[in-house]
């Protein structure tokens, strides 16, 4: 039974506005793929309506029980996500150049989406012990990158998935500054990140593979292969120009449907967005993810323990590094990493594990009040 007083806590903005960002992506996946040159309409936006179902029911299943019991066997979830990501390199389907999915017949999914949600489990958990205002040391910043980030990193490095990654890290930096460093290892740290960054960038530059170095030279020099590598990041530039300040309006945008724009319903579905609606339907659509990155840190900080602190701050970064990495992506601002759209972008792994980590949120902010327990 839940508390009926959970229920009168319950955020519903939350919900409601991931709901109709997620109906939204259904809407631009349809509009994006429809049949202009071909005879029949793909079934994507069928499937993301699926996916939107199972993500709900999963979403209020998760919320309905106590964050505190997810803290409680952290380790263990870490755990278990590391074991798929050890499958996936066993047994996993290759698609695209990438071996990422776990094909279970009925369904396939891709472990390193849930993980991103394990691993801020875990470290929310051993954070949560770091005594406030002490800062972390030299041994328990190895320790935490021994046990944490290492093994994980190199499993999905192996995949190849540089994007999933490169957040993987990003989460890590953003949560143990959180935390707080001493500042002397912070200071040390710096120092010989900048010694070096010329040996590590070079060791960094050769272990990528050949259509990641080309994706940083496109991105750094779109026009060096305007017809190659460079031509998503230029498709994608015309396709949100193109808009203008109000767009050319639903089911009148030509980049996706004319196959000009590549990964139209997934990485690039902004640009198709854009396309459509304009500057302003743009604006809208950030003040919305906005509005659920805001409510994520005011949720953090009225979490009643560390725990759910560090949780909603994890999940809260990995939302908002998304949404930043995607639209710079889209944009010609940062490299073309492959990093999905949150909550619009067609896909069921990366939608399901979207509401999971929204559903964190949710769990903490409707529990926030420690006098019901």
Request: charged residues 15%; positive net charge.
């Amino acid at each position: 039974m839940i508390d009926r007083r959970l229920i009168a806590n319950f955020d519903w903005s939350i919900l409601l506005m991931a709901l109709v960002l997620s109906l939204i992506g259904v809407m631009t996946i349809y509009s994006a793929t429809r049949p202009i040159l071909e005879a029949a309409q793909k079934t994507y936006y069928m499937r993301q309506l699926y996916w939107i179902a199972l993500s709900l029911i999963t979403f209020f299943v998760l919320v309905s029980i106590d964050y505190r019991w997810y803290v409680k066997f952290a380790y263990f979830i870490f755990f278990f996500g590391i074991v798929l990501l050890v499958l996936v390199l066993v047994i996993g389907r290759k698609g695209m150049g990438a071996q990422r999915w776990i094909n279970l017949g009925f369904l396939s999914f891709q472990p390193s989406e849930f993980f991103k949600v394990f691993f801020i489990l875990a470290l929310s958990r051993y954070l949560s012990y770091v005594k406030p205002g002490a800062g972390l040391g030299f041994k328990q910043l190895l320790k935490m990158v021994s046990l944490f980030v290492i093994l994980p990193a190199i499993l999905i490095l192996k995949q190849p998935d540089l994007g999933t990654t490169l957040i993987l890290f990003f989460i890590f930096i953003a949560m143990i500054l959180f935390a707080g460093i001493r500042k002397k290892i912070l200071l040390t740290v710096l120092v010989l990140s900048l010694i070096s960054m010329p040996v590590a960038g070079k060791y960094l530059w050769d272990g990528l593979k050949e259509y990641q170095k080309m994706r940083i030279i496109a991105f750094i020099d779109p026009q060096a292969d305007p017809q190659g590598v460079g031509y998503h990041i230029n498709q994608s530039k015309i396709s949100v120009g193109s808009g203008g300040f109000s767009g050319k309006g639903y089911m009148k945008g030509t980049q996706g449907p004319y196959r000009f724009l590549p990964e139209k319903h997934t990485d690039f579905i902004f640009s198709i967005f854009a396309e459509e609606w304009g500057f302003t339907g743009s604006l809208v659509l950030f003040m919305m993810y906005f509005f659920i990155i805001w409510r994520g840190f005011d949720t953090a900080e009225k979490a009643r323990d560390r725990e759910g602190c560090f949780l909603v701050l994890g999940v809260t970064f990995m939302f908002a590094l998304y949404f930043f990495i995607n639209v710079g992506m889209t944009l010609g601002m940062l490299p073309v990493v492959g990093v999905p759209l949150p909550l619009m972008s067609y896909g069921g792994t990366a939608l399901l594990s979207n509401f999971l980590a929204l559903s964190i949120i949710e769990n903490v902010r409707m529990r926030r009040f420690a006098l019901y327990y």
